[in-house]
């Protein structure tokens, strides 16, 4: 029996203009661009359509991130395209929480607001990521160790492709030590913080905080922690695992990997570019993948 896992990106993946064909063309994704704009407080179709100075700032980028992905799916739900899992990267977690209807949306798009503006401001000074290309965990974990707590794995994406953060200097230090252990390339990240590191402690304890006020229900399909790489039933333990999602490793490769363990056979990445389908290629090359970001992938995948 096939098994099918809506998937969503996370930062790095946004673009002036996303999501714009499908606000044009169906009515329900209006709707969704203008209840988050009204739970977020913000013009979030001028943001997405028109604001190139904000789109790549973690505070905007965020809603506009989630919007975009909330508007492609409820079109595709209305498509009668169905899901029997969900999983998202980072911030893609969230829109995995609307697709298993965990939260009411405009509860997802004003959290997801403030979690933006937590991270945003929870590192002044800034810090830095990089990818790490062509090394092993095991290798890539023990030079973060080495740094006595000043670099840490962000993400573990796919086989090869492992991100680590801090601050600026330690990540620029590590970096040099890991292409020594052998790193094929190591690639600064376009990003403004610490991401998914404990310098983001303060924005995960303001999130437990908001998210103390929310409504949270039994998810209505397996929907996976980034934190876990596992599925999360308990709607208190989805409330306890979101604020320390904000500065703990996301496990992409092992969320997937477990997806696959439990027959999951086809993959939609959902959401602007096709950065997760990439990974997921690295991850399994047999598995069945489509990506839908414009109408025109939405038409050719429904047929």
């Known amino acids: 029996m096939s098994k099918r896992v809506f998937m969503f990106p996370g930062q790095g993946s ?19 661009f ?29 809603i506009a991130m989630l919007t975009t992905e909330a508007a492609i799916l409820k079109v595709l739900q209305q498509q009668g395209v169905t899901a029997d899992a ?22 997802v ?24 290309l062509g090394l092993d965990a095991a290798t890539i974990e023990k030079v973060c160790e080495d740094t006595f707590g000043e670099v840490f794995v962000a993400n573990y994406n796919c086989p090869g492709q492992i991100v680590i953060t801090g601050e600026q200097s330690a990540v620029d230090r590590a970096s040099e030590s890991l292409k020594e252990a052998g790193a094929k390339r190591v690639v600064p990240l376009k990003v403004s913080g610490p991401f998914h590191s ?24 397996g ?4 934190v876990t790489a596992d599925y999360v039933t308990d709607p208190e333990k989805i409330r306890s695992l979101l604020p320390l999602q904000v500065c703990h490793s996301v496990c992409w490769q092992q969320t997937v990997e ?10 939609v990445e959902i959401g602007p570019g096709k950065t997760l389908s990439g990974f997921l290629r690295k991850i399994n090359r047999e598995i069945k993948c489509s990506n839908i970001d414009k109408v025109e992938d939405l038409k050719k995948y429904v047929g």
Do not use: H
């Open 109 to 132: 798009f004003a959290l997801i607001r403030k979690r933006g503006q937590y991270m945003q401001n929870a590192v002044p000074t800034g810090g830095a990521m990089a990818a790490v």
């Open 258 to 267: 477990r997806l696959i363990a439990d027959g999951a056979d086809e993959f």
């Open 14 to 32: 946004q673009y002036i203009g996303m999501g714009k064909d499908f606000y044009e063309a169906f009515p329900e994704a209006k709707e969704v």
């Open 34 to 62: 203008e209840l988050a704009g009204e739970a977020a407080k913000l013009d979030v179709a001028k943001l997405c359509f028109e604001e190139e100075d904000k789109i790549n700032q973690t505070e905007y980028t965020q």
């Open 223 to 226: 929907y996976l922690s980034n």
């Open 198 to 221: 404990p310098l983001l402690q303060e924005a995960g304890q303001k999130l437990a905080v908001a998210l103390e006020k929310v409504q949270i229900s039994e998810p209505k399909i």
């Open 86 to 107: 969900a999983a998202g990267l980072s911030l893609g977690e969230y829109a995995a929480i609307l697709a298993a209807e965990v939260m009411e949306p405009k509860d």
